[in-house]
């Protein structure tokens, strides 16, 4: 029945899980093939290259800034109309984008709207899916990231043969016909059944003194429960995760950006150059499935914040290979050991944040998690390639991206520890408590003469305050 509702980790999961994928590779993964018009949209608009670059920072920015107000239709609409508002609104961004006569109209439609949309739709697939997998969870994120995998591999030289044949205009009018599948794969989220208490036990009533105040304090925790504020002041684990993750966000980016540039710039055919950037999504396919069985075992529950921070980490120590040698294959080296890293975050920066956030509330704590990363996002390639035009050295762009992730992964792991450490503490205290309110103390003991020993009655001393 339609309106049924479906079981956690039932069969209907794994058409969900299936739906989610699709979207992954729809949405997370299309600015990838960006590059792909970058040459043709600056020729017709007459456009810088600091212009053009805006509509795909755009993109990115949109894309995971849209979080807070996706957690609001989602808490009032549910995740199946968000995900299908999302792919109507990202195929009416593409095919207004395609009749754009300016390089304004584009970032609006095909930047702005589209972004939107495909938040929309992702953001709503990564909740659903979290509603319906519980033992399996962290398998499921494992196989739903592997759509990015897909898409990074699929979507440019589908984008390069669209537009060999239709140009730019004719290949985002295809987009936009793609795009509606994501209203095919929202259609399938059915209401799920769960344990969670609903969300409208947390609203606080609005005070009844006086109506400019109530009005004024209403509105005020609206917006700390709906951009999850409330959990950032309490939760002092997510606090640490979203600044990390932030901060990570400023050099994680960089390498996707500007591999094949760097390559191209030291010598290296172009074929071979953007076979790069293909060696990420092909590698992490097998990868990440493999990673999620592993990680996914019950005795890596309790370090996964720990894990994600290595594969920070890692991903950031890598990258100073690139400063060393050029050479096409130290490349492809690189690249194999970028992918193990890549393959580690892409699993578990949401799985960490489900771990951390209870699920009830995870919609609004993804919407300020995301909006924080898309801020940085949006700041991260430009700062970039101011930082490349000054100094007319690439090495000094992965530097960059290697010190905002080995920083992040140091505070992370450091925070997350002594998080640990101070919770063990106040167990141990609690504990001990406890124990000397629950134990009867007994005084001291004297023997006779036939060795028997005797308790002796302890004095009790009052005390008077002067």
Known sequence: MPGALERADGSWAWVVLLASLVTHALTLAFPTCIGVFFTDLQHDFQASNSETSWFPSILMAMLHAGGPL????????????????????????????????????????????TGLGMCFSFQSSITMLGFYFIRRRVLANALASMG???????????????????????TFLVFGGIFLHCCVCGAVLRPVATNTSPETEEDPSPPSKTPAHGCLATCGLVVRHHLAFDILWHNMGYCVYTLGVTWMSLGFLLPHIFLVPYARWHGVEEDRAALLVSIFGFCNIFLRPVAGLVVGRQRFASCRKYLFSLAVLLNG????????????????GYCLVYSVSMCGIGILIFQVLMDIVPMDRFPNALGLFTILTGITSLISPPLAGFLLDTSNNFSYVFFMSSFFLISSALFMGGSFYSLQKKQQQGREAKAEGTISEATPVKGPTLEDKDGHKKHLCPEVMYVTSV
Do not use: H, K
């Open 70 to 113: 996706c957690g609001i239709l989602v808490g009032r609409f549910g995740c199946r109309v968000t995900m299908m508002l999302g792919g109507l609104l990202a195929s009416l961004g593409m095919v207004a984008g395609s009749f754009s006569r300016s390089l304004s109209q584009l970032y609006l439609t095909a930047g702005m709207i």
């Open 148 to 170: 990015v995998s897909l898409g990074v591999t699929l979507w440019p030289p589908f984008a390069n043969y669209l537009l060999e044949d239709l140009g730019w205009r004719g």
């Open 317 to 332: 120590l890598t990258n100073l290979v690139c400063t060393v040698s050029a050479d096409f294959w130290v490349l492809v």
